[in-house]
């Protein structure tokens, strides 16, 4: 095998996926693919649409004909020129942002800027949309960098996904592959009790801290609602003693006080959102 840069890879890959015929709208990548002008040219060859993130630094012309920098642009943008909007659902709840859209020279060129709510920090997009797609749907392609990000964060802390050691190339694909559907089994039982019954029926009534704690029995408690399993929970339940009643017992009495608090958190953070989002308004 030669050796070959990251976004010749890339370009690979993509060649690969539209040789077997696997259908795709957008391509969406950091700023390290985003800042290079030979993936650019090749996705705009082959009529790929893309939003890739690019650096601060980066030079382009407006709808105007000058030329600004990203990282100059957003103390002179005007207050409506910002639009609040979400671009998924996080572990917290919606990723809701400020994001503005700045036209180019260019009209399938859109250039877009995304402002945190909660430190203001700017992350700065180049968009070829040659369909003329909508804000909106500019925003969401954005936004799907962070489930493919977390999904590998979930293999390697769930599935082993970067627990091997490189020896030979067939080797390391067994371990990607069996990796990979270790984590895909996961997600579908996820996705199976989500559809069939709350967590609360897959639970025992999660006990006081203390009792958790300890292992006491404790006095029925008010059910409290529960967040969904997540894809660590199921893995830490699969993994439970069968044969050890106590234990068990005691196994889902954790994930259901986890799953308590963790519902608990999120009410918390979507109030404080929400105190923040109309102190803004």
Known sequence: MEFATRPAQVEAMIGRMRAAGLPFAWFTADEEFGQNPGLREYLETEGISYVMAVPKNTRFTDAAGREVIFGHLPPRLAPNAWQRRACGIGTKGFRACDWALIASADPE??????????????????????RHEGFGELVRVAGTRWPVEECFGAGKNEAGLDHY?????????????????????????????????????????????????????????????????????????LGLPRHDDRALSHGLRWSAWRCAHQANARRHHFRRRLRLQVMQI
């Open 109 to 130: 060129h859109q250039y877009m800027i995304r402002r945190s709510l909660d430190d203001g920090e700017l992350a700065c997009y180049h968009c070829w949309n040659p």
């Open 165 to 237: 050691q490189v020896r030979l190339y067939h080797a390391w694909y067994r371990h990607i592959t069996l990796s990979m559907l270790a984590l895909a089994f996961l997600a579908a039982v996820r996705r199976t009790l989500k559809r069939g019954a709350t967590a609360c029926g897959q639970l025992p009534a999660p006990d006081d801290a203390n009792d958790c704690e300890t292992g006491q029995a404790a006095q029925p408690t008010a059910r409290r609602p529960l967040i969904p399993l997540s894809v660590a929970e199921i893995r830490r339940l």
